[in-house]
Nanobody
Framework: VQLQAFGGGLVQAGGSLRLSCAASGRTFGRQTVGWFRQAPGKEREFVAALRWSGRSTYYADSVKGRFTISGDNAKNAVYLQMNYLTPEDTAVYYC???????????????????WGQGTLVTVSS
């Protein structure tokens, strides 16, 4: 499955952005779809994940209550709605997918087989 992430940009602190992850070549079907981010000089970190089947969602503590991950069957897309952004949210955001991630590994980037290119989110203070 090919993934494409888009929707990044420059936003002021306190603002909102919605990132999109579109899949081609295969539907999200039974995939787990995750969002990760990587800030300059830092390791890639988990942001949120969605179990396509059942729509269970999981969040990093740092974004819980501010970010929402959701999926759209008709558009075969996953979204990350980001509210109350802070400069600490500045990073390149990546979407990833895998059909067979167990729950205990859902926050582990290396467990995802498919990755989209990143989209840059810059939050100014």
């Amino acid at each position: 499955v090919q993934l494409q992430a888009f929707g990044g940009g420059l936003v002021q602190a306190g603002g909102s952005l919605r990132l999109s992850c579109a899949a081609s070549g295969r539907t999200f079907g039974r995939q787990t779809v995750g969002w990760f981010r990587q800030a300059p000089g830092k390791e890639r970190e988990f942001v949120a994940a969605l179990r396509w089947s059942g729509r269970s969602t999981y969040y990093a503590d740092s974004v819980k209550g501010r970010f929402t991950i959701s999926g759209d069957n008709a558009k075969n897309a996953v979204y990350l709605q980001m509210n109350y952004l802070t400069p600490e949210d500045t990073a390149v955001y990546y979407c990833a997918a895998d059909p067979s991630i167990i729950l205990s590994s859902i926050r582990v980037a290396q467990q995802y087989s498919y990755w989209g290119q990143g989209t840059l989110v810059t939050v100014s203070s």
